[in-house]
């Protein structure tokens, strides 16, 4: 023990002298090399280039031991008094220093080379600011272009899923512009406002879909079509999501759920460049569930009968009362979702530029379709353009980016899927012998049946972005980013009367169709000012700003019934009537001062301290103002001359760690107000106005507290770059939709939730270079994010609506269900723990804690580069419990198709089966029991997947040298592993998964 | 606002001296910009009004009166669409059958499938509170107002009051025993309590008899709205569960006595036009020349029926002579099968002008009520006069000295055949008189006598632990 604690102190005294060292060390510096001025100074001038010849604008040059030096000029020349026997350093954020001794030159030209570390694209785009990826102090992550090109995926969303450590992604239905729902380091609040802000090319982008649950809802899950798919992948340079304090504060209030900041492409200095792009590629649905087939369904079925006393079956058993074929066997799956989905995608890009102007467009155009049976089809088409100019002095500049999207995607009006996982195997055919539906004398409904429904949908979305910038002299900037961003959605579902059974005797009098108009412009103007000094070892940034933002939505849903002919539909002033069902319009205003202070020490040391003050229409007066900040810091250690030598293994190695308050005013405009809202409904003549909400005046803002401290380590000159991170996010005075009992007349009220809610966890990232010799080259990329998260107070929980749902010490993502021990072997009916011992089963049983959080979640990647080819394979994975099929299920024995596994059912007196018995649904005890098993354990179970979720292999063709062309081969979700028996893991029932897809492209370049 | 340099400007002496006036020049320059807390404040949208506002105006509180009969007739509780009690709870007793998929929500009314979770019932239970919140806030609006006039407010407020009263009470009829909610304040409303059944009708009866104060003896405009004699009907029908039959008779009498406002229609096939003359209170389709929702719930014009038909066991009731059947009925036939709806409504189109309303009260209720109290106590002659005024239209013989039993019989008989899938009275009737295990056990296989009650909504039972026990067989 007492050994333990001399060593423990000696260790400790030991890291205090190396820290007083470094710190001597430096100081020290400066005071021991005097500068004698002598009379051989001499005048030295030169230019500074990088490794392509471009003029470097503010490179630093230092007479190395001095505090002298100059920056370079707009055209990277410098000039500066020196001695001959100086040493002279020059450097440049991104690029390797490069020291060069004097030796009575009198021109010097400095020609710094792109760090060409691992690190990836070396400079971090921090929104306000951008950093080096060495010297940040934040937690933020980066997926480049080079990625995000090898995914054939219509979605940025989709190009960053399982790439990112502490990004949770997960895509919702696997139709085109399906919704995505992405949580940065887990769940911060319960209902809604989880989602990330979203910045493209610095304007907000938002998030809310424009979407009515009454159109869209029945197609896409939630009615919530993600808005980002208007945006080409292949025009986005980077998506770097920011995600601690340091990172984030700066975006105060819309900081809390993290940042995702989206840049496109730009033009690059050098020859005009025209790229063309083709692709090709082909998608199923890769597995589908088991499902009883014909002879099993129909025992299952007649012993369900007669479990429940039946000796004849009703009239309306078609499956089993003679009505329909007993020998006929169709998969329905197969059948309404086994189609293939084509996907063919065309892009043309020109891009060039020199010293003062760079420009780019990029223009493409796609079209998919989906698997379901029928002529669907998604189309998209898009065009970007920018312009960056520099004057020649370098002093002013302008920077304009444009993007307009176009997307066009015609789905039939409802997901089969529901309808695939429940027909009864022999349920009639669908089309008669003169091709028309068939609707088997009004036996069945059927599927296609809704497919004579369409949905349609456009989104235009139009975002403009223009930064003005003056630079009076290299450490000072003024500069003002304006951005526009116009988005429109126009939505319609019809139903026209051909959907329903021709028994109802309907014709197009009964014909509908609904239409959503949803628009938001939103613009925003900052203002901001950033100096920089330095001072010997001392750099010093300065950043301050303003924003100032407003956002107007409208949203205008009509419903139109009745037509003279179904040709018609699309007519509104053709329907017999008319009704204006919604008519909104939301005004957001939103003003910020923000600020950052960075300094560095001898590149050693780094405190980056930000702070924002918010104000938001969307907060009741006397409350629409808070202050949010954070502090980061980071120490290079290996910098230190005496720790570096210490750990000659590591190449790099830096502790960093940030703490600071984020907040969150994702809550919906005039959550605060008492009004009543025009309903759209109309009785006597006149329109009716119903309450909007319940309303409280009093909440505030909700306040997010982050901590974080990270370690980067890098190793054999950063050939092993790893990243270990760990964070600690409490929120306190969560903003959320509290539940209420529908006696209250609503389902929640908006509210300051009185609890404490952690979000921890922990991150690794590495990158190695395996292999690297001229013709070879072969690179891992891995991430892994293990999270938890946890009730931590809630004052007054057993009191509260939500005694229920949450239970202190654990995660918000529980959900109680009943304790399932199995199938009793007397009366075959599922069993459950009784948790009050009270004798009976009720609500109260449901006790059992299912967690569905996951373990761990991460991505493996590697690349191998081999002269011409590539090739690129990334595995996703995520080690979860989740409901497996039966969790909501029918009862087995309805007249409903089950998962192959039910068939291992009760059968008499005695027998063990995992299943209960059948019943028709005439057996209460029967009913009942299944009802609580399908909220139970036992349909809970191991979710966790490993997938391979993109191939890609590329060859370069071998050309004359003026054209450079490229054939490639790309896969998405070729193969998974799941522990789930039978079912996919991800996605929501009654919606298709992922397809597979395989693609085909060829590139080629002038 | 506090000017950001304060805290944020470094306080370095220069390297560039001239840059700090230009700095203060450009935050002076902003200033004007960010000195203020205009600019987060923005304008109510254009399609909202707020809650003070609606009600300082006769115009717009009468909208949100409007939405409330809107509401009340295209969801819920009593609807004409097929989620409404006149389908579910006919499917529930023995007047329909359903043909329709087996796994719609309709089928676990029809085969006494309901569970806990079920979401219909969950929905009956949500948009009935949502209602009864409307009504709560329209009610505290209209007393708070002072831009009402006296007489529209006391209007405003006896209609209120009724919609209450009623929605309370087709609530207790399917779940017994429910909170009565009297306040719009959700932190009293998520806490509330079930009210014993005597209590409740009390309750109901204070609402009501304020109600009948304050409401107008004419009826409103093509009956839209409901008067004086609607409360009558909705106490009447409270009267028959209490066995309160003296108020009933009284009630039925003061209504019945206004023979120049409802007139008895002789004609089977003009009781459910728009201008029936018996009609008390009525729906008005959302727009001229939509007819009712019944009308499509019901019809259909091809076999096997796609959703619900009339039971053959209902069917077998009419006696050959009974014109109703003719009349009320509809029936299709296809080779050796027949299949019959309800066809009191005719219209399942739109027509130009509306045809049809959706009536929810009328003058036959009003005569068999009376005639069960009459015969409840005693006065059988007087029963009977009011049950042949029944028969008589029916195409029936006029019935002359029953006793009391068969009297009674002969009444429920015919409130069978007449109110027929009218918003769930033939199951009331079966429940109040203690017929349903009786009637309902031989024709149903998923019967039990716990059915006499639906479940309170499981998720209900969980946010709001006050509420207490499931009912039982749940």
Redesign the interface.
């Given at each position: 023990m007492k050994n333990n604690h001399v060593t423990a102190c000696i260790t400790g005294l030991l890291l205090l002298l190396s820290w007083a060292n470094s710190l001597a060390h430096i100081h020290a510096a400066p005071k021991t090399v005097p500068i004698p001025i002598t009379l051989q100074s001499l005048t030295v001038t030169g230019k500074v280039t990088d490794d392509m010849g471009r003029p470097i604008y503010g490179a630093h040059i230092l007479i190395q031991g001095t505090q002298r030096g100059a920056f370079s000029g707009p055209t990277g020349s410098y000039t500066l008094e020196v001695t001959p026997s100086d040493i002279l350093e020059c450097s440049y954020l991104g690029h390797v220093t490069q020291t060069i001794t004097v030796a009575g030159r009198t021109t010097i030209d400095f020609t710094l080379e792109t760090e060409t570390t691992l690190l990836e694209g070396v400079e971090l785009n921090a929104g306000y600011y951008s950093v080096s990826q060495k010297e940040r102090t934040g937690n933020i992550v980066k997926v480049n272009a080079k990625e995000i090109d090898k995914q054939p995926v219509s979605n940025p969303l989709a190009t960053i899923q399982g790439r990112m450590s502490g990004v949770d992604i997960s895509q919702n239905s696997g139709i085109p512009g399906g919704g995505y729902i992405i949580r940065i380091r887990g769940q911060n609040s319960i209902n809604a406002g989880n989602d990330p802000l979203y910045i493209v090319d610095g304007v907000p982008f938002g998030s809310s879909s424009l979407g009515s649950a009454i159109v869209s809802g029945s197609i896409i899950p939630l009615g919530n079509p993600n808005p980002l798919s208007v945006l080409a992948p292949e025009e986005i340079q980077s998506i770097e999501v920011l995600k601690d304090a340091d990172a984030t504060a700066i975006y105060g209030s819309r900081g809390a759920n993290g940042v995702v900041l989206i840049t496109t492409k730009k033009g690059q200095v050098g020859k005009t460049r025209l790229s063309v792009d083709l692709t090709s590629g082909l998608g199923h649905i890769a597995k589908f569930p088991k499902l009883m087939d014909t002879p099993t369904y129909l025992e299952m079925r007649r012993e369900a009968f007669t479990n429940?006393?039946?000796s004849d079956y009703p009239?309306?058993?078609y499956d089993i009362n003679g009505t329909w074929d007993p020998d006929k066997y169709t998969d329905w799956q197969e059948e309404l979702l086994g189609e293939t989905a084509y996907r063919h995608s065309a892009r043309l890009s020109f891009s060039g530029g020199n010293a003062t102007t760079r420009f780019r467009m990029g223009a493409g155009h796609q079209q998919e379709t989906t698997v379901f049976v029928g002529d669907s089809k998604y189309k998209k088409t898009d065009l970007q353009a920018s312009v960056n100019h520099r004057s020649e002095d370098g002093k002013l500049g302008l920077d304009l980016s444009m993007g307009y999207g176009y997307e066009d995607n015609k789905l039939p009006g409802f997901d089969l899927s529901g309808q695939a996982r429940?027909l009864p195997p022999n349920a009639p055919t669908l089309y008669d012998a003169e091709g028309a539906l068939n609707w088997e004398?009004?036996?069945?409904?059927n599927p296609l049946s809704l497919l004579e429904s369409d949905y349609l949908s456009d989104r235009y979305s139009l975002l403009a972005n223009l930064v003005l910038s003056y630079r009076?002299?290299p450490?000072?900037e003024?500069k003002t980013n304006i951005g526009y961003n116009d988005m429109r959605l126009e939505e319609s579902r019809t139903s026209p009367h051909t959907m329903?059974?021709?028994?109802?005797?309907?014709?197009s009098?009964?014909s509908s169709i609904f239409f959503n108009n949803g628009g938001v412009r939103s613009w925003i103007v900052e203002?901001q000012?950033g100096?920089e000094?330095t001072?010997g070892n001392l750099a010093?940034k300065?950043l301050?700003g303003?924003t100032?933002q407003g956002e107007v939505t409208t949203r205008l849903t009509q419903l139109g019934v009745?037509y003279s002919s179904n040709a018609l539909l699309y007519d509104l002033s053709a329907a017999?009537?008319h009704?204006v069902l919604?008519?909104?319009?939301?005004?957001?205003?939103?003003?910020a001062?923000f600020?950052r202070?960075n300094l560095s020490f001898g590149d050693i040391y780094h405190l980056n301290i930000t702070?924002r003050?918010d104000?938001?229409?969307r907060f009741g007066?006397g409350r629409?103002?808070a202050d949010f900040w954070a502090l980061g810091g980071a120490w290079i250690f290996t910098r230190n001359r005496s720790i570096g030598e210490a750990l000659p293994f590591l190449s790099f190695g830096k502790l960093r760690g940030s703490y600071g308050t984020t907040g969150n005013d994702q809550i919906g405009?005039?959550q605060y107000?008492?009004?009543?809202?025009?309903?759209g409904?109309?009785?006597?003549?006149?329109?009716?106005?119903?309450?909007?909400r319940?309303f409280n005046p009093d909440f505030g803002w909700e306040e997010n507290r982050k901590s974080e401290l990270a370690l980067e380590l890098g190793f054999l000159r950063d050939r092993i770059y790893l990243t270990g991170s760990w964070y600690d996010n409490r929120s306190t005075n969560q903003l959320t939709g509290i539940?209420?009992?529908?006696?209250?007349?609503?389902?929640s009220?908006q509210s300051n939730l009185a609890a404490k809610v952690a979000n921890t966890g922990w991150e690794f990232e590495l990158k190695t270079v395996n292999l690297d010799k001229e013709n070879i080259r072969w690179t891992t990329r891995a991430n892994l994010s293990i999270p938890n998260n946890e009730l931590l107070e809630f004052p007054g929980l057993e009191t509260s609506?939500l005694?229920?749902t949450y239970v202190i010490g654990q995660p918000l993502s529980i959900k109680k269900l009943y304790h399932s021990q199995g199938v009793d072997p007397q009366t075959g009916y599922h069993n459950f723990l009784d948790y009050d011992d009270n004798g009976i089963i009720?609500?109260n049983d449901?006790q059992w804690i299912a967690d569905t959080t996951p373990a761990f979640h991460g991505g493996l990647g590697n690349t191998l580069t081999l002269g011409p080819w590539e090739m690129d394979l990334f595995f996703q994975f995520r080690k979860q419990d989740g409901f497996g099929m039966q969790y909501g299920g029918?009862q087995p024995g309805?007249?409903?198709n089950q998962p192959i596994e039910v068939g291992d059912r009760w059968q008499e007196i005695g027998s063990n089966a995992p299943q209960q018995r059948y019943s028709a649904?005439?057996d209460?005890n029967a009913?009942?029991a299944f009802?609580r098993y399908r909220?139970s354990s036992g349909t809970f179970t191991d979710t966790s997947f490993f997938r391979l979720r993109t191939v890609s292999v590329s060859y370069d063709i071998p050309s004359g040298s003026t054209m450079d062309c490229q054939v490639y081969l790309q896969g998405h979700n070729l193969w998974t592993w799941t522990a789930l028996d039978n079912g996919t893991p991800e996605g929501i029932s009654g919606f298709i998964p992922q397809p597979r897809m395989l693609t085909l492209g060829l590139r080629l370049g002038l | 606002?506090?000017n950001?340099?304060n805290?944020?400007?470094?306080r370095?002496s220069g390297?560039?001296h001239g840059?700090w006036a230009?700095?203060t020049l450009?935050l002076i320059a902003?200033a004007p910009?960010?000195s203020c807390?205009d600019?987060?404040?923005?304008?109510?949208?254009?399609?909202?009004?707020?809650?003070?506002a609606?009600f300082e105006d006769r115009a717009?509180a009468?909208?949100?009166l409007?939405?409330?009969?809107?509401?009340l007739?295209?969801d819920g509780l009593l609807t004409g669409g097929s989620s409404g009690m006149g389908n579910l709870m006919g499917l529930y007793a023995d007047e329909l059958d359903?043909?329709?998929?087996?796994?719609q929500p309709q089928?676990?009314f029809h085969?006494?499938?309901i569970?806990?979770?079920d979401a219909t019932v969950?929905s009956y239970?949500?948009t009935s509170?949502?209602?009864?919140?409307?009504t709560?806030?329209f009610l505290e609006g209209v007393r708070n107002s002072e831009g009402i006039s006296e007489q529209d407010g006391q209007t405003f407020e006896g209609e209120g009051l009724f919609i209450r009263a009623l929605l309370h009470y087709q609530l207790s009829t399917l779940f017994g025993e429910i909170?009565y909610?009297r306040t719009?304040d959700?932190r009293a409303?998520?806490k509330?309590t079930r009210m014993a059944l005597s209590e409740l009708s009390t309750a109901l009866m204070e609402d009501l008899e304020m109600a009948k104060e304050l409401l107008m003896e004419e009826p409103s405009?093509e009956r839209?709205?409901p008067n004086r004699d609607a409360v009558r009907i909705l106490m009447a029908r409270i009267h028959l569960e209490t066995g309160t039959w003296e108020r009933i008779v009284s009630e039925m009498d003061a209504l019945l006595d206004k023979s120049a406002t409802y007139i008895w229609e002789g004609d089977l096939s003009r009781v459910f036009q728009r201008a029936a003359t018996g009609t008390i209170w009525q729906f008005?389709p959302?727009?001229?020349?939509?007819n009712t929702l019944e009308a499509g719930t019901f019809?259909?014009?091809?076999?096997?029926?796609?959703a619900s038909a009339l039971s053959p066991y209902f069917l077998e009731s009419f006696t050959p002579d009974d014109l109703r059947q003719a009349h009320w009925t509809g029936t299709v036939d296809q080779g050796n099968d027949s299949w019959s709806h309800p066809n009191k409504y005719k219209y399942?189109?739109?027509t130009g002008i509306s045809l049809e309303f959706s009536i929810l009260m009328r003058l036959a209720e009003a005569y068999l009520m009376r005639a069960e109290a009459l015969a409840q106590l005693g006065n059988l002659e007087g029963a009977l006069s009011d049950l042949n005024r029944i028969r008589q239209r029916a195409g029936l013989s006029n019935l002359d000295s029953l006793d009391k039993d068969s009297l009674l019989e002969a009444i429920w008989e015919q409130r069978r055949l007449e109110l027929f899938t009218e918003f769930g009275l033939r199951w009331n009737d079966l429940r109040r008189t203690g017929r349903a295990a009786e009637t309902l056990g031989p024709i149903k296989?998923?019967w039990?006598d716990t059915d006499i009650r639906l479940p309170i909504?499981?998720a209900?039972?969980?946010?709001?632990?006050d509420?207490g026990e499931?009912n039982p067989?749940?």
């Amino acid at each position: 023990m007492k050994n333990n604690h001399v060593t423990a102190c000696i260790t400790g005294l030991l890291l205090l002298l190396s820290w007083a060292n470094s710190l001597a060390h430096i100081h020290a510096a400066p005071k021991t090399v005097p500068i004698p001025i002598t009379l051989q100074s001499l005048t030295v001038t030169g230019k500074v280039t990088d490794d392509m010849g471009r003029p470097i604008y503010g490179a630093h040059i230092l007479i190395q031991g001095t505090q002298r030096g100059a920056f370079s000029g707009p055209t990277g020349s410098y000039t500066l008094e020196v001695t001959p026997s100086d040493i002279l350093e020059c450097s440049y954020l991104g690029h390797v220093t490069q020291t060069i001794t004097v030796a009575g030159r009198t021109t010097i030209d400095f020609t710094l080379e792109t760090e060409t570390t691992l690190l990836e694209g070396v400079e971090l785009n921090a929104g306000y600011y951008s950093v080096s990826q060495k010297e940040r102090t934040g937690n933020i992550v980066k997926v480049n272009a080079k990625e995000i090109d090898k995914q054939p995926v219509s979605n940025p969303l989709a190009t960053i899923q399982g790439r990112m450590s502490g990004v949770d992604i997960s895509q919702n239905s696997g139709i085109p512009g399906g919704g995505y729902i992405i949580r940065i380091r887990g769940q911060n609040s319960i209902n809604a406002g989880n989602d990330p802000l979203y910045i493209v090319d610095g304007v907000p982008f938002g998030s809310s879909s424009l979407g009515s649950a009454i159109v869209s809802g029945s197609i896409i899950p939630l009615g919530n079509p993600n808005p980002l798919s208007v945006l080409a992948p292949e025009e986005i340079q980077s998506i770097e999501v920011l995600k601690d304090a340091d990172a984030t504060a700066i975006y105060g209030s819309r900081g809390a759920n993290g940042v995702v900041l989206i840049t496109t492409k730009k033009g690059q200095v050098g020859k005009t460049r025209l790229s063309v792009d083709l692709t090709s590629g082909l998608g199923h649905i890769a597995k589908f569930p088991k499902l009883m087939d014909t002879p099993t369904y129909l025992e299952m079925r007649r012993e369900a009968f007669t479990n429940d006393g039946f000796s004849d079956y009703p009239f309306y058993a078609y499956d089993i009362n003679g009505t329909w074929d007993p020998d006929k066997y169709t998969d329905w799956q197969e059948e309404l979702l086994g189609e293939t989905a084509y996907r063919h995608s065309a892009r043309l890009s020109f891009s060039g530029g020199n010293a003062t102007t760079r420009f780019r467009m990029g223009a493409g155009h796609q079209q998919e379709t989906t698997v379901f049976v029928g002529d669907s089809k998604y189309k998209k088409t898009d065009l970007q353009a920018s312009v960056n100019h520099r004057s020649e002095d370098g002093k002013l500049g302008l920077d304009l980016s444009m993007g307009y999207g176009y997307e066009d995607n015609k789905l039939p009006g409802f997901d089969l899927s529901g309808q695939a996982r429940n027909l009864p195997p022999n349920a009639p055919t669908l089309y008669d012998a003169e091709g028309a539906l068939n609707w088997e004398n009004g036996t069945w409904t059927n599927p296609l049946s809704l497919l004579e429904s369409d949905y349609l949908s456009d989104r235009y979305s139009l975002l403009a972005n223009l930064v003005l910038s003056y630079r009076p002299t290299p450490a000072l900037e003024f500069k003002t980013n304006i951005g526009y961003n116009d988005m429109r959605l126009e939505e319609s579902r019809t139903s026209p009367h051909t959907m329903f059974n021709p028994a109802f005797g309907l014709d197009s009098r009964s014909s509908s169709i609904f239409f959503n108009n949803g628009g938001v412009r939103s613009w925003i103007v900052e203002p901001q000012i950033g100096w920089e000094m330095t001072y010997g070892n001392l750099a010093l940034k300065v950043l301050a700003g303003a924003t100032f933002q407003g956002e107007v939505t409208t949203r205008l849903t009509q419903l139109g019934v009745g037509y003279s002919s179904n040709a018609l539909l699309y007519d509104l002033s053709a329907a017999s009537y008319h009704s204006v069902l919604s008519d909104t319009r939301t005004e957001y205003r939103y003003q910020a001062l923000f600020g950052r202070i960075n300094l560095s020490f001898g590149d050693i040391y780094h405190l980056n301290i930000t702070g924002r003050r918010d104000g938001s229409s969307r907060f009741g007066p006397g409350r629409r103002f808070a202050d949010f900040w954070a502090l980061g810091g980071a120490w290079i250690f290996t910098r230190n001359r005496s720790i570096g030598e210490a750990l000659p293994f590591l190449s790099f190695g830096k502790l960093r760690g940030s703490y600071g308050t984020t907040g969150n005013d994702q809550i919906g405009d005039y959550q605060y107000l008492d009004t009543y809202s025009v309903s759209g409904n109309n009785y006597n003549g006149i329109t009716g106005l119903r309450p909007s909400r319940l309303f409280n005046p009093d909440f505030g803002w909700e306040e997010n507290r982050k901590s974080e401290l990270a370690l980067e380590l890098g190793f054999l000159r950063d050939r092993i770059y790893l990243t270990g991170s760990w964070y600690d996010n409490r929120s306190t005075n969560q903003l959320t939709g509290i539940p209420l009992p529908a006696t209250t007349g609503f389902t929640s009220i908006q509210s300051n939730l009185a609890a404490k809610v952690a979000n921890t966890g922990w991150e690794f990232e590495l990158k190695t270079v395996n292999l690297d010799k001229e013709n070879i080259r072969w690179t891992t990329r891995a991430n892994l994010s293990i999270p938890n998260n946890e009730l931590l107070e809630f004052p007054g929980l057993e009191t509260s609506t939500l005694a229920d749902t949450y239970v202190i010490g654990q995660p918000l993502s529980i959900k109680k269900l009943y304790h399932s021990q199995g199938v009793d072997p007397q009366t075959g009916y599922h069993n459950f723990l009784d948790y009050d011992d009270n004798g009976i089963i009720d609500v109260n049983d449901r006790q059992w804690i299912a967690d569905t959080t996951p373990a761990f979640h991460g991505g493996l990647g590697n690349t191998l580069t081999l002269g011409p080819w590539e090739m690129d394979l990334f595995f996703q994975f995520r080690k979860q419990d989740g409901f497996g099929m039966q969790y909501g299920g029918i009862q087995p024995g309805s007249m409903v198709n089950q998962p192959i596994e039910v068939g291992d059912r009760w059968q008499e007196i005695g027998s063990n089966a995992p299943q209960q018995r059948y019943s028709a649904g005439f057996d209460p005890n029967a009913s009942i029991a299944f009802d609580r098993y399908r909220n139970s354990s036992g349909t809970f179970t191991d979710t966790s997947f490993f997938r391979l979720r993109t191939v890609s292999v590329s060859y370069d063709i071998p050309s004359g040298s003026t054209m450079d062309c490229q054939v490639y081969l790309q896969g998405h979700n070729l193969w998974t592993w799941t522990a789930l028996d039978n079912g996919t893991p991800e996605g929501i029932s009654g919606f298709i998964p992922q397809p597979r897809m395989l693609t085909l492209g060829l590139r080629l370049g002038l | 606002m506090k000017n950001i340099s304060n805290d944020k400007g470094p306080r370095k002496s220069g390297v560039h001296h001239g840059i700090w006036a230009k700095l203060t020049l450009l935050l002076i320059a902003f200033a004007p910009l960010i000195s203020c807390e205009d600019f987060v404040e923005v304008d109510l949208p254009k399609s909202q009004l707020t809650g003070a506002a609606v009600f300082e105006d006769r115009a717009t509180a009468t909208a949100a009166l409007m939405d409330i009969y809107a509401q009340l007739r295209d969801d819920g509780l009593l609807t004409g669409g097929s989620s409404g009690m006149g389908n579910l709870m006919g499917l529930y007793a023995d007047e329909l059958d359903f043909y329709g998929d087996p796994t719609q929500p309709q089928a676990l009314f029809h085969n006494h499938g309901i569970l806990p979770s079920d979401a219909t019932v969950a929905s009956y239970w949500a948009t009935s509170y949502n209602l009864i919140y409307a009504t709560n806030a329209f009610l505290e609006g209209v007393r708070n107002s002072e831009g009402i006039s006296e007489q529209d407010g006391q209007t405003f407020e006896g209609e209120g009051l009724f919609i209450r009263a009623l929605l309370h009470y087709q609530l207790s009829t399917l779940f017994g025993e429910i909170p009565y909610i009297r306040t719009s304040d959700h932190r009293a409303n998520a806490k509330v309590t079930r009210m014993a059944l005597s209590e409740l009708s009390t309750a109901l009866m204070e609402d009501l008899e304020m109600a009948k104060e304050l409401l107008m003896e004419e009826p409103s405009l093509e009956r839209t709205r409901p008067n004086r004699d609607a409360v009558r009907i909705l106490m009447a029908r409270i009267h028959l569960e209490t066995g309160t039959w003296e108020r009933i008779v009284s009630e039925m009498d003061a209504l019945l006595d206004k023979s120049a406002t409802y007139i008895w229609e002789g004609d089977l096939s003009r009781v459910f036009q728009r201008a029936a003359t018996g009609t008390i209170w009525q729906f008005k389709p959302r727009n001229e020349g939509n007819n009712t929702l019944e009308a499509g719930t019901f019809i259909f014009t091809v076999g096997p029926p796609p959703a619900s038909a009339l039971s053959p066991y209902f069917l077998e009731s009419f006696t050959p002579d009974d014109l109703r059947q003719a009349h009320w009925t509809g029936t299709v036939d296809q080779g050796n099968d027949s299949w019959s709806h309800p066809n009191k409504y005719k219209y399942n189109v739109d027509t130009g002008i509306s045809l049809e309303f959706s009536i929810l009260m009328r003058l036959a209720e009003a005569y068999l009520m009376r005639a069960e109290a009459l015969a409840q106590l005693g006065n059988l002659e007087g029963a009977l006069s009011d049950l042949n005024r029944i028969r008589q239209r029916a195409g029936l013989s006029n019935l002359d000295s029953l006793d009391k039993d068969s009297l009674l019989e002969a009444i429920w008989e015919q409130r069978r055949l007449e109110l027929f899938t009218e918003f769930g009275l033939r199951w009331n009737d079966l429940r109040r008189t203690g017929r349903a295990a009786e009637t309902l056990g031989p024709i149903k296989p998923g019967w039990k006598d716990t059915d006499i009650r639906l479940p309170i909504p499981e998720a209900e039972l969980i946010i709001n632990p006050d509420l207490g026990e499931q009912n039982p067989g749940y």
